[in-house]
Each structure stands twice: as C-alpha cells, then as structure tokens.
C-alpha cells in the first residue's frame, strides 16, 4: 500500500506508487506510528525540494518524528506546489534560485526567509491552492511555468503544453487558452529570470518538437 506522500501541481498530497525525482518537505505533518498525515498540510512556511539521494544517507520514510518525506514527480511540479530549492541538499541550485528573485524583484539580494514569507502569500488560499490570473498566453511562459485547464495541470517548455499525470507527461500540445496559474507569480517571474528547474525526461527530451496536435 503507497504512502500518502506524493505532492501533485494543485499542493494536493497523494496516495500513488509512482516514485517522483525529487522530494523535500513542509515540516512534520504526519504520525510516525501509522505512517499517515496528520490534518494539517504544512507546519512551516519553508516548503522546500530536496535531492532524492545526498551523501549516501537513507531515511525510512514516515518512520520517525522528523520532517515527513514528500515527493513530486519533477522540480516543475514541486514549484507549482508552492516548493522552492534546499539551501542543504541543493545548495548550488538555491542559490541560482535566489540570484534570479533577486533579479526578477529588483533586489540586490534576498534571504530565504523573505523568499519563504512571500511564497506562503502566493501559494494558499485558506487550506487549497490558490490560482493565480494568467496575463499572458501559456505559450508565453518560461519553461517550467505550470497553468491549469479544465481541471488538468500543464507545464509549459518551448511554447508547448505537457499535461501532468502521476506517471510522467502527455505528449506536448498547443494550448491556446488556460484556466489559470498554478506556479506562484514570483517563482514564474524568477524562472523568466533565469533560473532553470528541472523538467521530467519526458519534457526535456522533447520540447523542441512540434506539438502534434492543439490540446483539447
């Protein structure tokens, strides 16, 4: 039986046996003795995307009361979950994150904590996602930029559309129009930026292609 511990675009929290290629966490917010969550979806505002192996250490996971193990399929969902990079595990990618808000909001530098505080305002509204007004064409977006359409998530590489599932991605589309935006607006304004997250395989290896069809 699957842990609930997989993260999808919407923030939601998931049951699946699909592995993801990252994980990080929201704090503790699960019982070490059931290995099931607590009601509660975060217990701090430092929501971060951590590497899946560093430095050979293994973690059981859900197995003690320390910060509860959640994973995402790729960076690209973990930001449009409200995630952003570990100043530990991944410090190299933080800190190229942080340069590029800083750039994005005019800054000459930025703390954690301030990148934090405002992800927090962006990413809920009371305990759902909160979905943000799309200003521009989903082809417009930086890569990684996730919108939402009809209910289902795309991520946006090279002006294509690649709808998300647990699985990995669909083949990419044209989308025209989107119901919203998923990733915070200052995480789409730091990717416009320069910083370059990490896409799933199945995005990256295809994102220059010609979409073979617009999406439905």
């Known amino acids: 039986m699957p842990?609930?511990?997989?993260?999808?675009p919407t923030g939601e929290?998931?049951?699946?046996?699909?592995?993801?290629?990252?994980?990080?966490?929201r704090g503790i917010i699960h019982d070490p003795a059931t290995k099931t969550l607590l009601s509660k979806r975060w217990s701090t505002p430092a929501w971060i995307t951590c590497l899946c192996e560093f430095r050979g250490w293994r973690r059981?996971?859900?197995?003690?009361?320390?910060?509860?193990?959640?994973?995402?399929?790729?960076?690209?969902?973990?930001?449009?979950?409200g995630h952003r990079?570990?100043?530990?595990?991944?410090r190299a990618a933080a800190l190229e994150?942080?340069?590029a808000w800083a750039r994005a909001h005019h800054l000459r530098r930025v703390r954690?904590?301030?990148?934090?505080?405002?992800l927090h305002e962006q990413r809920l509204q009371g305990r759902a996602q909160r979905i943000h007004p799309l200003r521009v064409a989903p082809a417009e977006l930086p890569d990684g930029a996730m919108v939402v359409s009809s209910g289902e998530a795309y991520v946006m590489a090279g002006g294509r559309a690649f709808r998300w599932c647990e699985s990995?991605?669909?083949a990419p589309c044209a989308l025209r129009r989107a119901d919203g935006l998923l990733t915070p607006p200052s995480t789409v304004a730091t990717l416009r930026a320069g910083f370059r997250c990490t896409l799933h395989p199945r995005v990256s290896d295809v994102r220059d292609r010609r979409p073979a069809s617009d999406c439905l």
Request: aromatic content about 14%.
């Open 3 to 8: 842990l609930q511990n997989r993260v999808t």
């Open 13 to 25: 929290i998931v049951a699946t046996p699909q592995r993801g290629t990252f994980t990080g966490n």
């Open 60 to 81: 059981p996971v859900m197995a003690r009361r320390s910060w509860t193990e959640l994973f995402f399929l790729d960076e690209a969902t973990a930001l449009a979950a």
């Open 85 to 90: 990079p570990c100043f530990y595990c991944r």
């Open 97 to 99: 994150f942080a340069a």
């Open 112 to 118: 954690a904590t301030d990148i934090d505080a405002r």
């Open 168 to 170: 990995g991605y669909a």
